[in-house]
């Protein structure tokens, strides 16, 4: 293991206290997202009412026919959506806790990151995915029937995909200098 230089005192191998209440507060935020959205996704899919009025929001005002077959398939790509999004936090959280601890150059570092790369480019793919499932599947009832389906990308969903590969790309320079190290370490 190497010593990462801290504003800690010295001979403490422990990450300044900045980088610690940092990773702390991430910490924290994850798990609330992953209570908020849950939350969210309960409270909306638990009544049909609620669902319908969630999607014609989220269609600008369109009509949308929420029958059970409906409510079953839209709140299940609703429950995907969060499983992926608990997944993605739950791996973020990890990884604050292992940089909040001062271990940078553990390999769980570029695993976790390559995971939450991975998961953050399929989550903002499948976002566009989810969008366009939930409004096809939301409006089929309607009459007359849709004659115009929304594919919505916003640059959101653009800077989610770039910070994606940037995640991937950075676990695999962390993997290197891993390699590296270890080479050196070898020659010494």
């Known amino acids: 293991m190497t010593a990462i230089p801290s504003a800690a005192p010295a001979g403490d191998g422990r990450p300044g206290a900045g980088l610690r ?7 924290g935020l994850t798990l609330l997202g992953v209570v908020i959205g849950t939350t969210f996704v309960a409270y909306v899919w638990s009544d049909p009412e609620r669902v319908r ?3 014609s929001g989220a269609l600008y ?19 995907t959506a ?6 993605a936090m739950w791996e973020a959280r990890a990884l604050f806790r292992t940089l909040g601890a001062g271990d940078f ?15 953050a480019l399929v989550g903002s793919l499948g976002g566009i995915v989810q969008r366009a499932a939930t409004e096809i599947v939301s409006r089929i009832g309607v009459t007359p029937r849709p004659t115009q389906f929304h594919l919505t990308i916003t640059s959101a969903d653009y800077v989610s995909v770039i910070a994606a ?3 991937i790309a950075f676990a695999k320079v962390m993997h ?12 010494v």
């Open 21 to 27: 209440r940092l990773a702390l507060l991430a910490e």
């Open 53 to 55: 009025r969630h999607e």
């Open 61 to 79: 005002g369109l009509p949308v026919a929420i029958d059970d077959r409906a409510w079953l398939v839209t709140g299940t790509i609703a429950l």
């Open 82 to 87: 969060l499983a992926l999004f608990a997944w």
């Open 105 to 119: 150059f553990s390999i769980e570092v570029p695993r976790r990151l390559t995971r939450l790369g991975y998961l």
């Open 165 to 167: 590969l940037l995640l």
């Open 176 to 187: 290197e200098a891993r390699r590296l190290a270890a080479e050196n370490r070898g020659f």
